[in-house]
């Protein structure tokens, strides 16, 4: 199956500051990729929709200016959280979409473990 | 997407065969039914696929009920590290939306 890494596995940060996630497709190309937020004991929760070349789309209740996203390439995006607190702590993950025929499969990374302090 | 129910958790013996459920009654004909499964401190992976027919991949089986209101996914031979917690999604090509899934404890 298609492979997708995240750096840095995981992160710890000062209240204040901010930290950038990177999320790749290492053997295919990307034009979508999902950014996701776990907190313990529960299910991924979807945060944005991030598109190769033009501005993320944002679930309601996720502040954009907050959760930046970045889509430069089919290979690269980047999650920046502005400003961490400590209830940003959480497991981040991304997923990049790929086609086989007609039907696109989600391939997720391993995750990226936040702690605000 | 249309909403899947699944117990929250099955238990299991080593080696003997798991049978996960998933109920998605209000499925619509462009629906296809995923499976994924998350192990601890992991992304989901991927794990099987299908629209109508029933699969077979080196991971696992996927029966679907003929009116697709149903499926299950099959474990032929499980094994300690097959313990996670699986997900039944219903899709038509967007973003995968995540129910609370099935925990599937595997014991020796």
């Known amino acids: 199956g298609a492979v997708v890494s995240q750096h840095p596995s995981r992160v710890i940060c000062k209240s204040g500051t901010s930290v950038k996630i990177e999320c790749r497709s290492l053997d295919f190309q990307a034009t979508t990729m999902f950014w996701y937020r776990q907190f313990p004991k529960q299910s991924l929760m979807l945060m944005a929709t991030?598109?190769?070349?033009?501005?993320?789309?944002?679930e309601q209740g996720v502040e954009k200016d907050k959760f930046l996203i970045n889509h430069a390439s089919l290979t690269l995006s980047t999650l920046t959280v502005t400003s961490a607190h400590p209830e940003d702590s959480s497991f981040y993950i991304c997923?990049?979409?790929?086609?086989?025929?007609?039907?696109?499969?989600?391939?997720f990374g391993p995750g990226t473990r936040l702690l605000v302090l | 997407d249309a909403k899947t129910t699944q117990p929250n958790s099955m238990e299991s013996n080593e080696e003997e065969p798991v049978h996960l459920p998933c109920n998605h009654s209000t499925i619509s004909g462009t629906d296809y039914i995923h499976w994924y499964r998350q192990l601890p401190s992991q992304g989901p992976e991927y794990v099987i696929h299908?629209?109508?027919s029933n699969v077979n991949n080196r991971m696992a089986s996927l029966a679907i009920a003929e009116d697709r209101k149903s499926s299950t996914l099959i474990l032929h031979r499980a094994t300690l590290r097959d313990a996670a917690v699986y997900y039944c999604?219903?899709?038509?090509?967007?973003?995968?939306?995540f129910g609370k899934g099935t925990s599937l404890l595997v014991t020796p």
């Open positions: 997923s990049a979409r790929d086609r086989a025929g007609l039907i696109w499969t989600q391939y």
């Open positions: 999604i219903l899709n038509s090509g967007y973003a995968l939306n």
């Open positions: 299908g629209l109508t």
């Open positions: 991030s598109n190769e070349g033009s501005k993320a789309t944002y």
